[in-house]
């Protein structure tokens, strides 16, 4: 049997703009595919987008367009952005695929003749005005709408119902029987409780909007996303229609299938796939991976914290491979991981510009120096140093590997860059600069040659599935073009071509960190600004909003630079008694010292938060047009007054 692989993403809510969390897992699949490919293994990598519900219904009528031309832009967005960061999938199913939507509803119909679906009642809270229904834990108080604060009713709705509770001893004893089922074993032992606790059978129709496959024996209802969503591993591979070649290939007769999933989707995968699967007859064949969140210092993002932070923000100042490294190399198997800009940039540095950067630059300028850029013969005889490097180089590759396969992704990197950083050790051991000035060492100094251009071609294939570019540009510069990248043949000891060696450009230039970061910080004052810009169109506000902003005169009584960050300065105002702190990004506009005794408009009752390091106790009014800025200012009434 030809070795085979079936990698899988969740297909992405087409609401809008995929932002850096969610793009971990398509980064981290495609990782796990290209290494797949590289061990010989005939792969298939599925993604997709996920365009059905409400709340794409609702997104589309606030973009004023059809759901079908809303999903359809976002869709080709996403296909943009895959492009841009070197995703290379097999395939991209959209659940709005005519193929798809014809399986999903035979499925529903089958599901139901087998009594696994039944018709039923469904009773909720719901709230007339949100056309919602919400669960006991998710109501206010009173039981009111937890969006709008109006109470809410109780309401009965004829639904259909998957019967969860039928499953719920057959899908224990088979998580219990395939230990390796769902990892990490944290995960499975959740799901374990879950089921122990006892299952529900699940509500999967709808009747409160349109956008989504109907039942084909009662039109009026709406095949639940979910079950609509998790049936495209199944559809992109041709389940159900003449066209199954690949299903045969990739499910039925394939041990190495995997769903990468974000913990936050785990039941959804865990339970009522393979309860579904079970109840259709189908082999549940694959394994669950389970992955933490990307999380910022302010929690899990999101674009309404305003935390958001987009994939080509940072592509179009680092390029791609760094966000490719920033991602893979973040998540250790199962945890959650951190995005700071400040980490991204240490990162870049340490990692990318000084560990591997400087290592090919000054290896490639080595080479060329001493052997007129030609690799040396892989004959030559070697030093009790050559021999050690090989070694480690050897070991490296099995232990790369062997994280990879368990989706240890983080570790298999951090086993590459110990190889990086053995092989930079292994040229100050080795001194060529020394042999280099003794004309009798010439041989020595010809094998260090040879084995830092082999410890660079073997980097090269075992960073290749995630620093893609970074990858064919260290190949391209040893002339190692047609190089036999299998992982699984790979070996310290190849012979190179008599082509010169050449390096065009350093692979990752250092980055000076106070500069990046009031680059973002402009960025996102940028942003800020712009929203308020559009917000002020668009937004009336009542009164009683209005009324909520506390709005004071404020005395400036001393003044600074912040410390970190050129743009911004650092007042003491004297409110009545109170003496508050406040950092404000004027400092492109005034001195410090021109600011003393001005009387100003401040947001008294903003909540405090650290700007660059510095606490920040409220807000100075300014006015602004274009690249001018003023501070709003009283000059007759007391500090303390109130302004309304
Ligand atoms: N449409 C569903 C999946 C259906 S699969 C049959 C969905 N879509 S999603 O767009 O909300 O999320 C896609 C993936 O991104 C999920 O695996 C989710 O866990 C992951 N992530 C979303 N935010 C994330 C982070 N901040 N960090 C890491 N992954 C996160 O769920």
């Given amino acids: 049997m030809c070795k085979k692989c079936y990698v899988t993403t969740?297909?992405?809510?087409?609401?809008?703009?995929?932002?850096?969390?969610?793009?971990?897992?398509?980064?981290?699949?495609?990782?796990?595919?290209?290494?797949?490919?590289?061990?010989?293994?005939?792969?298939?990598?599925?993604?997709?987008?996920?365009?059905?519900g409400q709340k794409i219904e609702e997104a589309a009528i606030k973009a004023n367009m059809t759901p079908q031309a809303f999903v359809d832009k976002v869709a080709a967005?996403?296909?943009?952005?895959?492009?841009?960061?070197?995703?290379?999938?097999?395939?991209?199913?959209?659940?709005?695929?005519?193929?798809?939507?014809?399986?999903?509803?035979?499925?529903?119909?089958?599901?139901?003749?087998?009594?696994?679906?039944?018709?039923?009642?469904?009773?909720?809270?719901?709230?007339?005005?949100?056309?919602t229904f919400f669960t006991k834990s998710q109501l206010g108080e009173n039981d009111t709408c937890p969006d709008c604060g109006k109470p809410t009713k109780v309401v009965s709705e004829e639904s259909y119902f998957l019967r969860l509770k039928k499953y719920a001893t057959q899908l224990l004893t088979y998580i219990k029987e395939h230990p390796n089922f769902i990892c990490p074993e944290t995960r499975r032992n959740e799901v374990i409780s879950f089921i122990e606790s006892g299952l529900e059978d699940l509500c999967v129709s709808r009747t409160s909007f349109n956008w989504g496959i109907k039942?084909?024996?009662?039109?009026?209802?709406?095949?639940?996303?979910?079950?609509?969503?998790l049936f495209n591993y199944l559809t992109a591979l041709g389940y159900d229609t003449k066209e199954n070649q690949l299903y045969k290939d990739f499910w039925l007769n394939n041990n190495r299938i995997y769903h990468v999933v974000g913990k936050d989707i785990l039941r959804f995968h865990a339970i009522y796939w393979p309860i579904m699967l079970m109840a259709l007859d189908i082999p549940i064949r694959f394994k669950?991976?389970?992955?933490?969140?990307?999380?910022?210092?302010?929690?899990?993002?999101?674009?309404?914290?305003?935390?958001?932070?987009?994939?080509?923000?940072?592509?179009?100042?680092?390029?791609?491979?760094?966000?490719?490294?920033?991602?893979?190399?973040?998540?250790?198997?199962?945890?959650?991981?951190?995005?700071?800009?400040?980490?991204f940039v240490e990162r870049y540095n340490y990692e990318l510009a000084n560990d591997l950067g400087n290592l090919v630059s000054r290896s490639i300028s080595m080479i060329n120096k001493y052997c007129d850029g030609i690799v040396p013969s892989n004959q030559l005889p070697t030093?009790?140093?050559?021999?050690?490097?090989?070694?480690?180089?050897?070991?490296?590759?099995?232990?790369?590997?062997?994280?990879?396969?368990q989706f240890k992704l983080q570790d298999g990197i951090g086993e590459t860059w110990q190889l990086i950083r053995r092989v930079n050790k292994y040229i100050d051991e080795t001194a060529?600069?020394?042999?280099?000035?003794?004309?009798?060492?010439?041989?020595?100094?010809?094998?260090?040659?040879?084995?830092?251009?082999?410890?660079?071609?073997?980097?090269?294939?075992?960073?290749?599935?995630?620093?893609?570019?970074?990858?064919?540009?260290?190949?391209?510069?040893?002339?190692?073009t047609n190089t036999n990248m299998r992982l699984d043949q790979l070996q310290f000891g190849e012979k190179f071509s008599n082509e010169k060696v050449f390096l065009k450009e350093n692979l990752f230039q250092r980055l000076d960190m106070e500069k990046e970061l009031e680059y973002f910080a402009s960025q996102k004052q940028n942003e800020i600004k712009e929203k308020l810009e559009s917000n002020t169109?668009?937004?009336?506000?009542?009164?009683?909003?209005?009324?909520?902003?506390?709005?004071?005169?404020?005395?400036?009584?001393?003044?600074?630079?912040?410390?970190?960050?050129?743009?911004?300065?650092?007042?003491?105002?004297?409110?009545?008694?109170?003496?508050?702190?406040?950092?404000?990004?004027?400092?492109?506009?005034?001195?410090?010292?021109?600011?003393?005794?001005?009387?100003?408009?401040?947001?008294?009752?903003?909540?405090?938060?650290?700007?660059?390091?510095?606490?920040?106790?409220?807000?100075?009014?300014?006015?602004?047009?274009?690249?001018?800025?003023?501070?709003?200012?009283?000059?007759?009434?007391?500090?303390?007054?109130?302004?309304?």
């Avoid at 495609?30 to 290494?35: L, N, P, Q, S």
């Avoid at 030093?383 to 396969?405: G, R, Y």
């Avoid at 260090?448 to 064919?472: F, G, Q």
Wanted: proline share 3%; charged share 25%; with cysteine.
């Fill in 10 to 52: 969740p297909i992405y809510y087409a609401s809008g703009k995929v932002q850096i969390g969610n793009t971990y897992t398509t980064v981290a699949c495609d990782t796990f595919a290209r290494f797949n490919r590289q061990m010989g293994r005939n792969t298939f990598y599925l993604t997709g987008m996920d365009e059905h």
């Fill in 77 to 131: 967005e996403t296909k943009e952005l895959w492009k841009v960061m070197k995703i290379n999938y097999d395939g991209f199913i959209r659940t709005t695929d005519k193929h798809h939507e014809e399986i999903v509803a035979r499925v529903f119909e089958r599901l139901l003749a087998n009594d696994d679906i039944y018709l039923g009642t469904y009773s909720g809270n719901y709230c007339v005005s949100c056309e």
């Fill in 215 to 229: 039942v084909p024996s009662n039109p009026k209802h709406i095949i639940y996303v979910w079950i609509d969503a």
């Fill in 288 to 343: 669950l991976i389970v992955h933490g969140w990307i999380l910022t210092k302010e929690g899990k993002m999101s674009k309404s914290r305003g935390n958001a932070v987009y994939p080509m923000d940072l592509i179009s100042r680092y390029g791609v491979d760094a966000v490719r490294y920033y991602l893979v190399k973040e998540l250790p198997l199962g945890n959650d991981g951190l995005f700071s800009y400040e980490r």
């Fill in 383 to 405: 030093s009790v140093l050559d021999e050690s490097l090989a070694k480690f180089a050897n070991e490296t590759i099995t232990k790369t590997i062997q994280c990879f396969e």
């Fill in 432 to 480: 060529p600069w020394v042999l280099a000035k003794d004309q009798s060492k010439k041989i020595d100094l010809d094998s260090v040659m040879y084995h830092l251009a082999e410890a660079l071609r073997v980097i090269a294939i075992l960073i290749a599935p995630y620093l893609v570019d970074t990858s064919n540009k260290i190949l391209q510069a040893l002339n190692q």
């Fill in 537 to 644: 169109v668009k937004v009336k506000i009542g009164i009683e909003d209005f009324n909520k902003i506390s709005l004071v005169v404020g005395e400036i009584i001393e003044c600074k630079k912040h410390q970190n960050a050129n743009k911004l300065l650092v007042s003491k105002v004297k409110i009545g008694q109170e003496i508050r702190q406040i950092v404000s990004g004027i400092a492109n506009f005034y001195h410090p010292d021109e600011l003393i005794g001005k009387k100003v408009i401040v947001v008294e009752n903003l909540a405090p938060s650290k700007i660059r390091g510095v606490e920040s106790q409220g807000m100075l009014l300014c006015a602004t047009d274009q690249d001018k800025l003023e501070l709003v200012e009283v000059r007759n009434l007391p500090c303390g007054s109130i302004v309304r």
